[in-house]
C-alpha cells in the first residue's frame, strides 16, 4: 500500500471515530437537558437532537421516562386498556381516562376523571418511538373533557395511541 493510500485510509478512519464521537455525545445528553425537554409547555418547540437521543438510545429512553414518572401526578408506564367494543378505559393511578366514541354531531371525547387528587394540567403518551403531549383544560365536575377531534393532529393521535395497552401514559 502507497503512502498515499495509508494516508487516505487513516484520515477515513478517523473521521469515521469523529462522527460516532459526535453522534455519541447528542445520543447521551445530560440531566439538566432531559429535564428541560420532560418540563417543556405543551405545543412548546420539541428539540429533534432530544427527540432523536429518547428514539434511538434505551438507556436515554428508560432516564427520560423516569424524569417523568418522577413529576407526574400519575403515570402508567404499560397500562392495559380494556374495551367493550364503545367505551376504551384505562386506570392511570388515581385517575380513570375514558374514550367515548363520536356521534354524528361531536368527535371522540376523552373523559379523565381522578378521586381526590390534584387536576393535572397535561398528558403524555408514549408508544414505541412516538410521543404526544397535550395540555388539559381545568375541570369541570370533577372531569376533564378533551375533544379528540380528528381535525387536531395531536388529538386524534392521542386518542389512539390511548387504545393501545402498551401505550405509557403520563398525567402533569
Known amino acids: ?20 464521537g459526535t453522534r455519541d455525545a447528542v445520543r447521551r445528553p445530560g440531566v439538566g437537558a432531559l429535564w428541560a425537554h420532560a418540563t417543556r409547555a405543551p405545543g412548546a418547540p420539541v428539540d429533534l437532537a432530544m427527540m432523536r437521543a429518547i428514539r434511538d438510545d434505551p438507556e436515554t429512553a428508560r432516564r427520560y421516562r423516569a424524569l417523568l414518572a418522577g413529576q407526574a401526578i400519575a403515570h402508567a408506564p404499560h397500562a392495559v386498556a380494556a374495551s367493550d367494543g364503545q367505551v376504551t378505559a384505562r386506570r392511570v393511578g388515581a385517575f380513570t381516562l375514558e374514550i367515548l366514541p363520536a356521534t354524528e354531531d361531536a368527535p371522540p371525547l376523552l373523559v379523565l376523571r381522578g378521586v381526590g387528587a390534584r387536576a393535572p394540567r397535561s398528558i403524555e403518551a408514549s408508544l ?35 387504545r393501545e395497552p402498551a401505550c405509557a401514559v403520563f398525567l402533569l
Open 1 to 20: 500500500m502507497s503512502d498515499e493510500a495509508r494516508l487516505l485510509a487513516e484520515i477515513h478512519a478517523a473521521r469515521t471515530l469523529m462522527r460516532a
Open 128 to 162: 414505541g418511538d412516538e410521543t404526544v403531549r397535550l395540555a388539559l383544560p381545568p375541570a369541570l365536575d370533577d372531569a376533564i373533557l378533551v375533544a379528540l377531534d380528528p381535525a387536531v393532529p395531536e388529538a386524534a393521535r392521542l386518542g389512539a395511541m390511548l
